[in-house]
């Protein structure tokens, strides 16, 4: 392996925003350099529903969700809980939650979020091209599914959100309009809402994989290491691991829910926290699942993986270091089995991922402050695989010193 030397660029953070960045800054000309403490795609990045969910423009912190929220985060096996374990850490990131949701804040996170999808998406159809990556995508759609017309209208301020915003979609008001795209589903289910243009990979690890074998075939280097610290120099920045320092022109933060560790080393406290997501992955597929089917009512997805079935969701709020709580994807499989009559709940292999979330929902992408040659680019909650392409090109436009193709105060750390 080629010695590092400070010229080269290097990437913290190995999941799917640090290998599409360090991609893009390749494809730049830079010498790029990923580092990660497990390898590719070995966390979050690994197991999440393999959706492109540019459709999703809301943040967690609505206006009015607090008055929801005691009973949610109450009930351990709810769409959004908090361990009982971990409320005390968690409460300087509530307080920047509750600002969230006040409206000025919430209209201007949708705004930024909207323009963020516009361009990830347009990136992302760009970077398939560039990797001959087409054969790893699926465009088969999302069905948003409702039991009840009182569930429905309430789903109309949202649906209306994303029409302005200029997303296509189609409202269905019946059983039967519903199973023209998704026959099958348990007839409880009376309207939804159809997204044409939601993508799937068909695989999240195999897409990150192959944008790594990408990287590393045009003389990209991976390597495994735990990096404790960033120390700042003049000319550039020493990334510090276990087993000594690595120097650098440029650094980028990209370790998902474990960036706020090395911001910390940079004096930047930062209130990232996790959405611990749960789900179960079936090798085959005992239901014919013909398009992305969200339950929004239960807080859960099922989504095609490879030749199986992938169901989970749900937000826990529980941190980095408690022990899983397997209950929570167990119960999510016992609703499919039941809105999916003929799907077999058994053979499942249970996986748990951190999703790096900020109290906003927007992520941070911008130079540290105080430290010009650090970038940062984490905090996408459970739209990381989503918005990476955008991201990527965002980075490459800082590390290059142009402006970038939309504005990133909305995502500066400073904003809290």
Known sequence: MPHPTQTEIIVIGAGIIGVTAALALQAEGHRVRLLDRKGVAAETSRGNAGAFAFAELEPLATPGILRKAPKWLLDPLGPLSLR??????????????????????????????????????????????????????????????????????????????????????????????????????NPRFTHAGFTPGWMNTVDPARWTEHLAAAFVNAGGMIEVAD??????????????????????????????????????????????????????????????????????????????????????????????????????????????????????????????????????SLPVIARAPGADRVIYAFGHGHLGLTQSAGTAELVAALVAGRAPALSLAPFDPRRF
């Open 227 to 360: 990096v404790r610290a960033i120390r700042p120099r003049e000319a550039g920045a020493d990334v510090i691991t276990a087993t000594g320092p690595r120097a650098a022109a440029q650094v980028v933060v990209a370790a998902g829910a474990w960036s706020h560790h090395l911001a910390r080393t940079l004096g930047h406290r930062i209130p990232l926290d996790t959405e611990r997501g749960y789900n179960t992955t079936f090798p085959t597929a005992s239901f014919d699942l013909r398009t992305h089917l969200t339950f929004s009512n239960h807080g859960f997805v099922v989504s095609r993986i490879g030749e199986g079935l992938r169901v989970g969701g749900a937000v826990e709020l529980g941190g980095l270091n408690l022990p899983p709580n397997y209950r929570r994807a167990e119960i999510l499989v016992r609703k499919t089995a039941e809105f999916l009559p003929g799907f077999d709940p058994n053979g499942g292999t249970q996986w748990m991922g951190f999703r790096p979330s900020l109290p906003d």
């Open 84 to 185: 009982l374990a971990y409320a005390a850490q968690i409460l300087p990131w509530m307080w920047h939650f509750w600002r969230a949701t006040a409206p000025s804040r919430y209209e201007a996170a949708v705004q930024a979020q909207s323009g963020l999808m516009r361009l990830s998406q347009q990136a992302l159809e760009r970077l398939i091209t560039r990797v001959d990556g087409e054969p790893l995508m699926r465009r088969e759609g999302q069905l948003q599914v409702y039991e009840g017309q009182a569930q429905f209208a309430a789903s109309l301020p949202a649906w209306e959100l994303r029409r302005r915003h200029g997303i296509a979609f189609d409202l269905l008001e019946s059983p039967a309009a519903i199973a023209e795209i998704q026959p099958g589903l």
